[in-house]
């Protein structure tokens, strides 16, 4: 049986070749500027389509996932500058140490629904939050962690380190494509639709048999690790955990990037991240106000597209293909 | 033995019996159908016996394994089927995929993370037999939202009946369906295996008669009658709550 994603991968045979070279291009055609707001961009591209496999495909609103990112931010730099900055270490740290850290979190969040799970999240990260600026013996308290040393791969003298813009430019270009591949794969196994059937009716799903909450909590989990990967290469970038990157105010970043492309697919947030970012970027060298700016775009975009950017493509494409 | 033994089920809303000491033992293979008037408690028994709702009171046994403290997932895996009397799909999903997401229930593979869902053979054979049996292969990749009403209940049942159950319960199958959809939804039901057990809420006359064995007539929550058609439609409890001192 022919099916909606495969007719989509025939479509698009030549959009993952075309990314690819597009992301390999950019340091040679581009500046050291656009080759870090470049990484930025990629890092949330990643951390908003872990966030939508909450959001859009199994309908849990979280307005807490910077959690997961800043607390994978600091589990890296505290492994960095008090163990190694070998990736091969520190990648699995990370990701044990968010896994358990969602684990937690979703035993208690993954009770509620709705407007109470996000208020949880909401609640959750900003207690993570608060523990990072008062803990100060082992997050440095407001000032954060600083010096993380630059990450590399390998053993003694077969190690390559990630210094400089443009090699750490390329490790990111790696990660998130290994990441997105994973993100994709996951949305269209029958776990994926599983999550997608948790989202039009959990009831219905539960009484065919499946134990929904298990798959609550596997998705919670798996968004958690994924965004606490990204959220160790943005402190590597920034050789720097703030607390900052806990704030709710980057929980509704990525929410705000997740509408913005377009919940339930997977391009569409990561789209969304990439306009957001370029967004910040370069309006706010013309004005202050581009936050309010911002604000703007998204409320156009929750009354006039509000499947993002991804519906609107969606909708010429079949207005293009309807007859006459 | 019996499929499904429930003894001296209660449910109470506050201070609203809605179902009352309620006793039921329906045969392998049986085919019984549940009537009663509206509130009768027809539907609140169905969610004590999915496991939707937990008793106050009673047990629910099935093939001798007492299921009372079973959440729903787990006496679907056991093999209880159901469908709701309002339909309730997957609307984001397409007919195809909703029928393999329920196919996929009853295999080890729901869990698979890194398979495409399209992958496995066997259960795209199923997918293909069911959009068959049930008339929908037309209609196949069609999002269910953009189904008339009466594919969308063809629709339900074949998600109920896609892990292969051994007891169904049928709530209102043919509720809002034109007098032709009703007789071909009624003719699949008819055309079950007969190894399934069936518990059928029904309001259509006709189609009870087409397809129990058995009738419990259900009024304020207790079982008034319980019989055969011809037994049930002599009876003059039922007769009475039918048809006389209806104010």
């Keep these: 049986m022919t099916t909606s994603v495969a007719r989509a991968a025939r479509r698009n045979r030549w959009a993952v070749p075309a990314l690819v070279l597009a992301l390999v291009a950019v340091p040679f055609v581009l500046g050291t500027f656009e080759v870090s707001l470049a990484t930025t961009a990629l890092i949330f591209a990643v951390l908003a389509m872990s966030l939508d496999l909450l959001v859009g495909y199994t309908g849990l609103v979280s307005l807490g996932h910077a959690a997961f990112f800043g607390f994978g931010g600091y589990v890296a730099a505290y492994t960095a500058i008090h163990l190694t900055g070998n990736l091969l270490v520190v990648l699995p740290v990370v990701a044990a140490g968010t896994a358990l850290l969602a684990v937690v979190l979703g035993f208690l969040a993954l009770r509620t629904t709705g407007v109470y799970f996000l208020m949880l999240t909401l609640a959750f990260g900003q207690m993570l939050f608060g523990l990072a600026v008062k803990w100060t013996p082992v997050t440095g308290g407001s000032d954060g962690l600083a010096g993380v040393p630059a990450p590399f791969v390998g053993i003694g003298p077969m190690s390559y380190a990630f210094t400089g813009r443009v090699r750490f430019y390329y490790l990111v270009v790696v990660a998130v494509l290994a990441l997105g591949w994973f993100l994709i794969r996951v949305v269209g196994s029958p776990f994926g639709h599983a999550l997608v059937g948790i989202k039009d009716n959990e009831e219905r799903l539960a009484s065919l048999g499946y134990d929904t909450w298990r798959y609550k909590m596997a998705a919670y989990v798996l968004a958690g690790v994924v965004a606490g990967v990204v959220g160790a290469l943005f402190v590597f970038f920034n050789r720097h955990a703030a607390p900052e990157n806990l704030f709710w105010v980057v929980s509704g970043e990525v929410l705000l990037m997740v509408i913005i492309g377009g919940a339930g697919t997977m391009y569409g947030p990561a789209l969304g991240a990439v306009l957001v970012r370029l967004f910040e970027s370069y309006v706010s060298s013309y004005t202050d106000r581009w936050q309010t700016l911002l604000g703007l775009l998204f409320v156009a975009f929750v009354l006039f597209a509000p499947g993002g950017i991804v519906g609107v493509i969606r909708r010429r494409r079949n207005r293009g293909r309807a007859p006459g | ?247």
């Design chain 2, 1 to 247: 033995m019996d499929a499904l033994r429930v003894e001296g089920l209660t449910r109470r809303f506050g201070g609203v019996v809605a179902v009352h000491r309620v006793s039921l033992d329906v045969a392998e293979g049986e085919r019984r159908a549940i009537i009663g008037p509206n509130g009768a408690g027809k539907t609140t028994l169905f969610n004590l016996v999915a496991g939707k709702l937990s008793p106050s009171e009673g047990t629910i046994r099935y093939r001798d394994t007492d299921i009372t403290g079973f959440a729903p997932h787990q006496r679907a895996r056991l093999g209880i089927g159901r469908t709701f009397q309002r339909t309730n799909l997957f609307p984001s999903l397409s007919v195809c995929e909703n029928i393999r997401l329920a196919v996929l229930a009853q295999t080890d593979r729901a869990r698979r993370i890194l398979v495409p869902v399209e992958r496995f053979a066997d259960v795209e054979d199923r997918v293909d037999e069911l959009l068959d049996d049930f008339a929908l292969a037309h209609r196949a990749t069609t999002e269910v939202h953009e189904l008339s009403y009466g594919e969308q209940r063809q629709l339900e049942i074949a998600l109920a009946l896609a892990g292969r159950p051994s007891l169904l319960l049928l709530d209102e199958p043919t509720a809002g369906m034109s007098p032709a959809e009703t007789s071909s939804i009624t003719e699949i039901i008819a055309g079950l295996p007969r190894e399934v057990t069936l518990l059928v809420i029904e309001h259509d006359m006709e189609v009870v008669f087409t397809l129990a064995d058995r009738i419990s007539v259900l009024h304020h929550g207790e079982v008034i009658a319980e019989g055969t058609p011809v037994e049930v439609r002599d009876d003059p409890n039922v007769v009475e709550v039918y048809f006389g001192g209806a104010g």
